[in-house]
């Protein structure tokens, strides 16, 4: 059985203003959509479900997400979430906003702590100003704050007993709090943060992204490779054998633009280069396919923290001509390191026939690869 997550993304959020719904506005280098999976991810939670208008249901999301149409209302945007999960795999569901990116994970382990023992569980943060009643910009009255808490989410429930008050419930609820207790459920109030901000005004992407550059880490790394030519009938380049008269020389499969990638991953990690991990002394690596070598970098990077926001690899030569394959280049690339095509780059340029890849004696590549603490 697992924890399960619902991330409510239907809505258009007007009020934040803008071109676009505040989930897909950029925000600190990537959509707000991004970081709230991102964090969501980053808590163990599985399976993820996104719920999205339906003019939303094509937009780029990673392969692994699960994503349904959204309703007209919260609420029924929820119960089209909770209808993708399974009841036999599914023990406890927590249900967030995308428009809040920023939830730290100690908020997401409390309520997961909480519903070892509740049926419900929900952040909160008691009410600390002083609360008036006004009307036509004058203050006409004061209310008490005593016992009163602003709702933050993930919310989270026993599923049962959550389908169970969804199906009985009327619908125009505010959220899955209120639904929980029209039928009856206790709702234990776990810890919120000040940080768990929702998006709703276009002051409150500054805040998020103050808040978001708080907490990154950021990873930069460069690789450069060179191979020679040599007898042959092709080279690999980024898992792609293509026809040529010459063939490159080198310890392994010779792929220098492959090799450049997985040096420049290394190099974000601090963990120096391809020949540190796999030493060319060592007889095992004799011929060895590049993929390898790439992979291990990526499973490095995971095994640290760190996800690969993206690559860009650059093939310097003369021949021979790169842009009929880079497209499958980056297909093989992306399926290597588990990352969408949008994220590889592969292109190519000549030195204007100066140098040693001018006299076609060998080609050369530089790469560069942007890491990000998960």
């Known amino acids: 059985m697992s924890d399960a997550a619902i991330i409510v993304a239907a809505g258009r959020g007007s009020r934040a203003g803008g071109p676009l719904p505040k ?62 999960l399974d009841p036999a795999k599914v023990e406890t569901v927590l249900i967030h906003d ?24 929900a952040p909160g943060l008691p009410v600390t100003d002083a609360l008036w009643r006004g009307a ?12 009163l808490f602003r709702a933050q989410t993930p919310q989270g429930f026993r599923l049962a007993p959550l389908l169970a008050a969804h199906a009985a419930h009327p619908g125009g609820a505010a959220d899955d709090v209120e639904v929980a207790r029209a039928a009856g459920l206790a709702v234990t109030i776990t810890p919120g943060a000040e940080e768990n901000l929702k998006i709703t005004h ?30 042959g009938a092709g080279v690999w380049l980024c898992g792609v054998e293509i026809p040529h008269d010459r063939a490159l020389l080198g310890h392994s499969d010779a792929d220098v633009a492959m090799h450049a990638v997985t040096d420049a991953i290394y190099g974000a990690l601090a963990e120096g280069d391809i020949g540190r991990h796999f030493p060319p002394s060592d007889p095992q690596w004799k011929g060895a396919a590049s993929h390898i070598f790439l992979a291990h970098a990526v499973e490095l990077a995971a095994s640290k923290g760190y996800a690969i926001s993206n690559v860009d690899c650059t093939i310097i030569c003369e ?18 390191m ?17 140098g040693f890849t001018g006299r076609k004696e060998g080609i050369a590549s530089i790469a560069t690869a942007l890491l990000v603490k998960a």
């Not at 970081?35 to 163990?44: D, E, L, P």
């Not at 428009?99 to 409390?110: E, H, K, L, T, Y």
């Open 23 to 84: 989930q897909w506005q950029p925000l600190a280098g990537r959509r707000v959509a991004d970081w709230t999976i991102a964090a969501i991810r980053k808590a163990g939670l599985w399976p993820i479900v996104v719920v999205l208008h339906p003019e939303d249901m094509g937009r780029e999301l990673p392969s692994d997400i699960l994503r349904v149409p959204g309703g007209a209302s919260r609420d029924a945007s929820v119960r089209a979430g909770l209808a993708a």
């Open 98 to 121: 995308v428009a809040r990116p920023c939830v730290p994970q100690q908020v997401i382990a409390d309520v997961r702590d909480a519903l070892q023992q509740a049926e419900a569980a």
């Open 136 to 147: 036509a910009g004058q203050v006409t009255g004061t209310a008490p704050r005593e016992g």
């Open 202 to 231: 276009p002051g409150d992407f500054a805040r998020a992204e103050k808040i978001l550059r708080g907490q990154m880490d950021i990873r930069l790394g460069n690789g450069y490779d060179v191979h020679a030519f040599t007898e």
């Open 319 to 336: 021949a021979p001509k790169i842009g009929p394959h880079a497209g499958a280049m980056q297909a093989r690339m992306a399926e290597i």
């Open 338 to 354: 588990g990352l969408e095509v949008s994220r590889i780059s592969v292109k190519a340029t000549t030195s204007e026939k100066l």
